[in-house]
Structures are given as structure tokens and as C-alpha cells.
């Protein structure tokens, strides 16, 4: 991966104005660095984790994804490998995967999955989505998991399911999101270079209510538009305490469905600068205004005469010259939150535009300075000679003096590679975010995170209401040195689902003050809550899960 420096890309003007707003003073990103070096080491064969996604199963954008959650709530974060001949659950024991017996027999592939706790009972079910048929849904019975029905029928082409309360009557929601076959046609957007196509000819997103005793479509919501949708977050954007919706459609605009807290939404299409190929939908408050942002990952790739020779550039082929004339290669788009559902573009501002072909994000304090980095995963589409600017690495940026300073993978410990979804997770339990990035056509790899993390503390947790189950939309304070702000969320993504726990780096501070708004307004603050520990925060306590200690 080469320094941005090295690129001269024409940007063209945006539609969706862009965001210049400087970085707050003082919380995340100011101040010395507290963290070590950012480093990554491949692990493996090490870790266990031995799966391959099958050819030819996932035609266009593949199904390689990879999905975080503790299934039998030991502790250790279990990880579900999706786009092989058929899914394989691996248990964490303390540190090690191995090939689980826990799901039932499944001798096929699966488009995408999602883990959610749909009956509210604290353990996590399971649904696993196909291309084309009915959806599998298995609960989750003390670690071992058995079919179920619960009334979610036929699907199309879906990549993901994200849970939430849509109608603030205390259950799981779910909003499945869907795109179209490239085995059988393009989008209706591929030969478009400019604009937003009202109409378009992929599948439809679909919202469940949650009776109590499954699932019912819901068609009269709002939730509407057959786009080629790769990924959504069903989060609160307004600020309302109500669940809205943003979701990254390819070949299209992205939109955002504001919950009017009557049970139905207004679809807003942003246009503009999202009107081309957005893949991830990566919630995080970049600008510290409070209010949460969301990274959308796009294609920008050097492929020029100017930064290749004449015969490298001609062995390109004519689809990717045709993507670089298409006006659809703009980098990636940071939506920041203006308020009332409103976004504007500060990705050149951010300095996370350039970021090759990229798929699945994620905005984790890898270093434990405080402040959240970002990485994504590319697709491995062309290689440019190594003087010149390239993108088969995964991107990385390190959140350091206010803004993202993009580093070299190759010099970090990461690899080539054409991957596609990608979750975080401490999986070894030693105070730092690991990585799972799922291979397309290829062996997935597990990524240790290699900073130094006995030079540094983090706090680990994980928000639960009464009965135990994760309590979306919970927002936590933790005040230790400086004051950090997060919210308990579902972490779905483009093929993945990342860990529910929440990693929040403390740089050298040995303890935080914790304070919960649960999402019925329920406030408690925990003092002095020892670092380097993983805890469960409910209304009527606090659980240490276990220590983060260095194996």
C-alpha cells in the first residue's frame, strides 16, 4: 500500500455538500498518542480457524462472510463462517477455534447469515440466509442450536439482517436487506454514468415485526424500492430514540429511512456523491459531535496510462476500464450526521477517501490510544507494480493529531488478498481488537493484533436488560483520562457481523467511571470500573465476564 500522496485524482463536484468541519477539541483523536504501534500478525494456523469459501458460489460479489457472537455464553466470542459448500460454526475455547457439532446438518452454501436474539432470552439464534428460499432459522438452546419456525418465508438474494425496536414495543425487529443475481442480470444502474435511477431492478429490503412468536412482513412501512443492496444499519441517526435506517445500495444511491415513530418511515435518497457502488455501512461518531456518522466503502483504483505502463494497461480488462470511465470511482464516502437525517461528504476532509475496491469496514481502536481506526477489506482486482500506487492490501488508518493518517498494510503485518466480509473481535481475550477477513475463493485469514497491549488498558462491555439480552441502542459513557461515547448496536455489515462487545481503549488509565442510559431511560454509572477486564452491564449490576490478560 502506497501513500495517498502519490495519487493525482480529478474529483468531481459533489452533490452532497462536503463536510469541513474541523474536529472537536479534546476527546477522541487529540492529544498525545497513548497507544502503541498498529501492527497485525497472520494467525491462522495458529488459531484454528480452517475454512475456504467454495468457487463459483457467490457469482459478482461472492458470499464469503464471517459473523461474531458468544452462542453458548462462555465468554469467548464464537465466529460462524459462511461461503463454503456449507457454514461452519467455530467455538472459541479460550483462545483456540475448533469445528463445532452445535448446528444442526447443513450440507449446503448460504448467501449470508445473521445472529439474532429474536425470542429476547439472552442466548443467540440464528438466522442463515439463502440465495433463493426459505430462511433458516435455529435457536439457540443453551449453546446448541435447533430449527425453528418462525414465519420468515422465502427470500431472494439477501446479504444481511440487522435487528432492532422499530415500534418501541420492547422486541426484535429484524430489516433484511437484499440485492440482485449477477448470474442473472446487471444492475439496472450499470450502464448509468451519472445520477439516481428511481427505479431500479434488484430485490426488496423487507421489515419483520416481531409478534412473539415469530415474524410478520410488514409491507405498509415505507421500507420500499428493489435496489442492490449490500448493506444496512438499522440504527438511531436522528437522535430521536427511535431506530432509522441507512442502507449502501450498489449501482444506486444510498438511503436513509427515518423512523416517524407511527410505525412507518420517510425514504430519503442521498444522491450525489452515493449515487454509485457503496458496499459497508460502518457506524461511528467520527467528528465527535454526537451524533453518529456512517463510512460507506466505494471504488477508487489508480488504473490509468499515467500510473501504468502501456502494457500493463492493456492486460486490464475492458469491465475495469469501463468502471474507471463511469464516473462511479470516487472513493469512499464518509456520511456526517448534520442532524434530522441529513448527511454531508467529509470523506476528503477525513482522509479516507482512497481506498482501492473496497467491501466490508470497520472503525475499532486497534492501538487502545482511545480513538477508533478504520480498515476495510478490497477486492484483489488488479496488481500495479509496487513503485506504483496499489490496493490489493485491506485498507488501514490510524486515528492519530485529529484526523486518519492511511498506512502501509504490507509494513503492518497484513496480506494480499480478495476479500470481502470481515468482523472484529478480541478472540484470544488479550485486550486488543483482532480481525477475521473472509477470503473470496480462498482460505480466510485471522489476524492477531500484535500491539504491545501490556503497555496499554482497555475495558471491555456488553450492555444487557433484565433477561440478559444485548440492549440495542443503550448508550455508555466511559470517563477515565477523557470521556469516550458509545452505543450498544447489532454491527452488521457488508457479509459480516462484528462482536457485540464493546472495545474501548483507556490508553494508561487503570480505571473509568461507566455510566448506562439504557434505551427506556434507565441511567446508572459504575465507578471506578477496573480496566483490562470484560463485563456485562445490567440495570441491577454489573458481571466481570473475565480478565484481558497477554497469553
Not at 439474532?116 to 426459505?134: F, I, N, Q, T, W
Not at 509496487?386 to 488508518?397: A, G, V
Request: net charge negative; with cysteine.
Amino acid at each position: 500500500m502506497r501513500r495517498r500522496g502519490l495519487l493525482a485524482v480529478a474529483v468531481a463536484l459533489l452533490a452532497v455538500t462536503a463536510g469541513c468541519a474541523a474536529p472537536l477539541a479534546g476527546g477522541e483523536g487529540a492529544g498525545e498518542d497513548a497507544g502503541g504501534e498498529i501492527r497485525f500478525e497472520d494467525a491462522t494456523a495458529s488459531s484454528g480457524l480452517n475454512y475456504s469459501d467454495a468457487a463459483g458460489t457467490g457469482v459478482g460479489n461472492g458470499n464469503a462472510g464471517v459473523y461474531v457472537a458468544d452462542v453458548d455464553g462462555d465468554g469467548w466470542e464464537d465466529v460462524l463462517a459462511v461461503g463454503g459448500e456449507r457454514p461452519v460454526l467455530f467455538e472459541n475455547r479460550e483462545g483456540e477455534f475448533a469445528r463445532s457439532d452445535a448446528l444442526p446438518e447443513l450440507n449446503r452454501p448460504f448467501k449470508s447469515a445473521a445472529f439474532v436474539d429474536y425470542d429476547g432470552d439472552g442466548s443467540e439464534d440464528l438466522l442463515l440466509l439463502p440465495a433463493g428460499g426459505e430462511v433458516v432459522a435455529l435457536h439457540n438452546a443453551g449453546g446448541e442450536f435447533e430449527r425453528d419456525d418462525v414465519g420468515l418465508g422465502n427470500v431472494t438474494h439477501p446479504l444481511g439482517a440487522a435487528p432492532a425496536d422499530y415500534d418501541g414495543d420492547g422486541d426484535r425487529d429484524l430489516l433484511l436487506y437484499q440485492s440482485g443475481d449477477w448470474a442473472v442480470e446487471k444492475p439496472a444502474g450499470y450502464s448509468a454514468l451519472n445520477g439516481t435511477l428511481e427505479e431500479d431492478n434488484g430485490n426488496p429490503n423487507i421489515l419483520y415485526e416481531n409478534t412473539g412468536d415469530g415474524f410478520e412482513r410488514v409491507d405498509d412501512a415505507g421500507i420500499e424500492g428493489e435496489r442492490w443492496s449490500l448493506a444496512a444499519s438499522f440504527v438511531d441517526l436522528t437522535g430521536d430514540g427511535r431506530p432509522d435506517v441507512h442502507v449502501a445500495n450498489d449501482y444506486n444511491s444510498d438511503v436513509i429511512y427515518v423512523n416517524q415513530g407511527d410505525g412507518t418511515f420517510e425514504q430519503r435518497l442521498l444522491r450525489g456523491n452515493t449515487a454509485r457502488n457503496g458496499m459497508s455501512s460502518e457506524i461511528a461518531d467520527v467528528n465527535r459531535d454526537g451524533r453518529p456518522d456512517v463510512l460507506v466503502t466505494n471504488i477508487h483504483l489508480p488504473i490509468s496510462r499515467e500510473t501504468m505502463s502501456p502494457e500493463r494497461y492493456e492486460r486490464v480488462e475492458d469491465f475495469l476500464r469501463w468502471v474507471i470511465h463511469s464516473n462511479r470511482t470516487r472513493g469512499n464516502t464518509l456520511l456526517l450526521n448534520e442532524g434530522g437525517g441529513e448527511f454531508s461528504d467529509g470523506a476528503d476532509r477525513w482522509n479516507l477517501r482512497s481506498g482501492g475496491w473496497g467491501w466490508a469496514a470497520t472503525a475499532a481502536d486497534f492501538d487502545n490510544d482511545g480513538d477508533r481506526d478504520v480498515m476495510h477489506t478490497t477486492q484483489n482486482v488488479v496488481a500495479i507494480d509496487r513503485e506504483d500506487p496499489h490496493y490489493t492490501y485491506p485498507m488501514l488508518w490510524e486515528r492519530e493529531d485529529g484526523n486518519f493518517t492511511s498506512l502501509d498494510a504490507s509494513e503492518r503485518g497484513l496480506t494480499e488478498g480478495n476479500r470481502r466480509g470481515m468482523a472484529t473481535l478480541d478472540y484470544d481475550r488479550d485486550g486488543d481488537r483482532d480481525v477475521i477477513a473472509a477470503t473470496y475463493d480462498g482460505s480466510y485469514t485471522v489476524y492477531e493484533n500484535a500491539v504491545n497491549a501490556s503497555e496499554t488498558s482497555a475495558l471491555q462491555l456488553r450492555v444487557v436488560d433484565d433477561r440478559g439480552a444485548t440492549a440495542y441502542g443503550a448508550e455508555v459513557r466511559v470517563a477515565a483520562d477523557d470521556t469516550q461515547v458509545r452505543t450498544q448496536r447489532p454491527r452488521t455489515d457488508y457479509l459480516s457481523q462484528e462482536s457485540r462487545v464493546i472495545h474501548v481503549g483507556l490508553g494508561d488509565a487503570e480505571a473509568a467511571d461507566v455510566t448506562v442510559t439504557w434505551p427506556d431511560g434507565t441511567e446508572r454509572t459504575f465507578e471506578d470500573v477496573s480496566a483490562d477486564q470484560r463485563v456485562l452491564l445490567a440495570p441491577d449490576g454489573i458481571e466481570r465476564v473475565g480478565n484481558l490478560t497477554q497469553n
